[in-house]
Structures are given as structure tokens and as C-alpha cells.
């Protein structure tokens, strides 16, 4: 398989990829190998994880110059993304030996009941590429300090990437049979969901999603599937109009606007839409579009090729339908997958780029008489993912985000996602989640003891 530097077009490697025959290979090592590695007391695993995240940390620059130069990440970004992850390994093995511990919930002179914590046994982890370190490390790293073996296949885009990541587990004392990288694209990720796995935990598209659960229904295993958005943020009519559009651009079009959080629809309130409209386009055309590994870059890559029509689909049903372009587009001309930072105004809901997931730096804005038909619109989605309000005003906020149809919610911020808080989608966004204390707890299985001493 031939990896591509979306940037340039220009060839980066060429992997093998695995087959039919080695996933069942691998699979069958980790199966034999999960026991043991479950039997270890969670220090010993809590040290390999601990190890894992310190070499992170050293190969900081050169881990962040590889994710740039597959998925063509501003670098900036890329070492962001590095930086990031080290906190949400440090929550997970802060929070590891308490989540994981037997709990006694009832004891009397000749009963006593207790919860136990079993690991699932083998796992499959199938991950996207625009955040390869924080969606992988949000499945595989509490799996394994649970006792999990992990058959992990990073996104096809991000290869390298999780290569790094598959090195760099072995190198800290994970075995190799206990935690194995699967190479290649959908139909190798489809070949390792027909293996007899216990649980399959993804993140990707709706479409995909959707094929998994398909795919795995019948076998009830544990099916987790972190999906898409189209997270809407509300600007109300007392902000600070400036801070307001900045800090709301950069939600939309931060890593390229490759977020499943990215802010992706935007509606303000009537009284301030031009005001705030100005101040958002003035941002958007200061932001530096090109070399994702010039320091200066804020706009990076479009990873997969394929996306740029999807916004330029995106951009000419909006212009058909009455939208005005302030800035941006189409694609910019020259090697490379790049589109334009585009900011449609006097955008509706007729209008693609308000319903389907843009996945790309072009956001629709669109005026609201009201907090009502804000929170109508904002929740007028098949997706479920984040939903923001700006406002100086807590009650108003809390009144309107209690409303939200969505397992995150935001005052007064957006594009944010932290290691303490559970991770979750709802509607088409998808089931199940990772991060918090939860998201530990998801990758065992609860059992049920009931010890009678007499
Ligand atoms: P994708 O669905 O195209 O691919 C995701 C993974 O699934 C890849 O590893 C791919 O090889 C694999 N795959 C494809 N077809 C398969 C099949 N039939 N069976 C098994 N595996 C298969 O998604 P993507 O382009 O990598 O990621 C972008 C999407 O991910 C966006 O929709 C984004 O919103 C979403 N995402 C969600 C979250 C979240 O936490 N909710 C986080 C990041 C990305």
C-alpha cells in the first residue's frame, strides 16, 4: 500500500499490508497471550503504559513531524496533538487502580456481594487518521491497563503514525502478541471484524459505523462506535462580538476543520449578525494556508482526496441556495489537497453544508431571530455530538444546553475535549464512549459475585 503525503502527492513509503492469513496469525497470538498479560497485578501493566507515555515525550518532534507528513497536520498542531496526550494517559493511570478494583457492595453475617471487573479478552481498535494519537490512546491505553490483548488498525491515512505507536508499546514492555498493528485499509479492517474478537471499539465515519454494526450485530459482543458531527455553536446577542468570532473560528477550522468536535454550522443572533459575521471572515483571512510543516501554517492538508469535492458539493448547492461566499471557496490550485478557508453567510437548512458532516475548513453561518429557534435549529440534525453557546449569561446558557441532543455540551468554549469527561455521541454520532472514569470501565466486563460464607 502506498502511503501518500497529502501535501505534495508525492509517494512516502510503501507498506505490505496484512492479509487474510497474518490477522488470523495475529489474532491467535493474542488470544493465547491475553490471559497472562490479564493475570499481571495493573502495577506491572501501569508501568509499560507509564514507559510508552514517556517515550512519547522524547520522540515528541519526530512523532509530530510524521503525523504531518501523512496527514498533512500543521506541525504546530501535530505537536499539540503530542503535548495532549500525554495529560490523558496520566488521568487514565491516575484513575486505572480505582476504577478497576473489585467493589464489595453488600456484606452481611453470611452474604457477601461484590462487582468484579473482567477484562473483555481481545479487542479490535479501528481508528481514523485526523487525530491518530488522542482516538487511539483513548481505546487501546485504558484497554490494555484492563488486562485487554489489542488488534489495533490505525486509519490507512495515518499508517506511520500508528506504526510509531505499535514500536513504541513493545519498546515499553507491552508484548508484541499482546498488542499488534493491522495494516491497511477498510477491507483489512472488515477481514479482523471476522475474527471471533470480544469487543470492537471504532472511531470513523457514520458510514462505516453503521456497516460495523451491521456487521457485528449478531454476535453480541461489545460494539463501540464513535462517529461523526455536525456540532453547531449559538452566539447570542451580548457577547463580545470579536472575542465571540475568533475564538468560534478557530473551533471551526482548527486541524483544517478535520474534527469530528470542529465547530461545523454557526447561528447568531440577528442583532449582532453582521457585526459578528465581519469579525469572523476578518479571523478567517488572517489564518495561513500551505506547508504543514511551516511553523507559521494554521491550514493544512485535506488528508483524504476524495473531500475536496465533497466541499465543493458543499459550496455550490450553499451559492445555489442563496448563500453569499465571503472568503475562500474552492480548491486551491497546485499539488497538494488544499481548499480555500471558506465562510458561507445567509446559510439555511435546505443547504447541504448545514446537514451533512463537511469534514473540511468551510462553515455555513446562519442569523436567528431568538434562543428558541436557535436551540430548534441546533438540534435539526441527525448528528449528536457537541453543541456550544456564547454568552456572558450562565442561566441562559445552562437553559439552552440542558436542551441539547448532544453528549457534549460547551459554554462559552467549543472544539474541546478532556480526559476527565466522558466522550460520547448521540443519534448518528454514535454509541457508546471513551475517556472519564467510564471509559475505563467500558473495556471489562462487570461480574457479579454472590459469596454465601454458610
Ligand atoms: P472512515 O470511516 O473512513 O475510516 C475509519 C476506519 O475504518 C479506518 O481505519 C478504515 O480503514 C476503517 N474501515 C473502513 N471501512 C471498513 C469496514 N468495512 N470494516 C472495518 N473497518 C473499515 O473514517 P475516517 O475518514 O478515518 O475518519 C473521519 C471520520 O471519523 C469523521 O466522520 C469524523 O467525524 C469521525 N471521527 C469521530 C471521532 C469521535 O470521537 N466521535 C473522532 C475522530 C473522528
Redesign the pocket.
Known sequence: MKLTNPATGTTLLDVDTDTARTIRAKYARARKAQPGWAALPLAKRAAAIRKFRDLVADRHDELARTLSLEVGKPIRQSRNEMKGLLPRIDFFLAEAAKTLRDEKVFADATMEERIGHDPLGVIAN??????PYF?GCNVFVPALLAGNAVLY?????ATMSGMHIADLLHTAGVPDDVFSAVIG??T???A??RLPIDGVF????????A??AA?TGRRMIKTQL????KDPVYVADDVDVKAAAAAVADGAFYNTGQ??CAVERVYVHETIYEPFVKAFVDEVKRFKVGDPLDDATYIGAIT?KPQLDVLKRQVADAKKKGARVLTGGAAIKGKGNFFAPTVLADANHSMAVMRD?S?GPVIGIMAVPDDETAVELMNDTEYG?TAGVYTPDEKRARRILARMQSGTVYWNCCDRVSPRLP?S?HKH??IGLTLSTYGIQTFTRPKAWHLRSA
Open positions: 479501528i481508528s481514523a487518521w485526523n487525530y482516538v488498525k490505525p486509519s490507512e491515512f485499509d477498510g483489512v479492517g472488515a479482523l471484524l471504532f472511531t470513523g465515519s457514520y458510514a462505516t459505523g456497516k460495523i456487521s464513535e462517529l461523526g458531527g474534527s469530528c483524504r458532516e469534514f455530538l466522550w455521541g454520532s454514535g
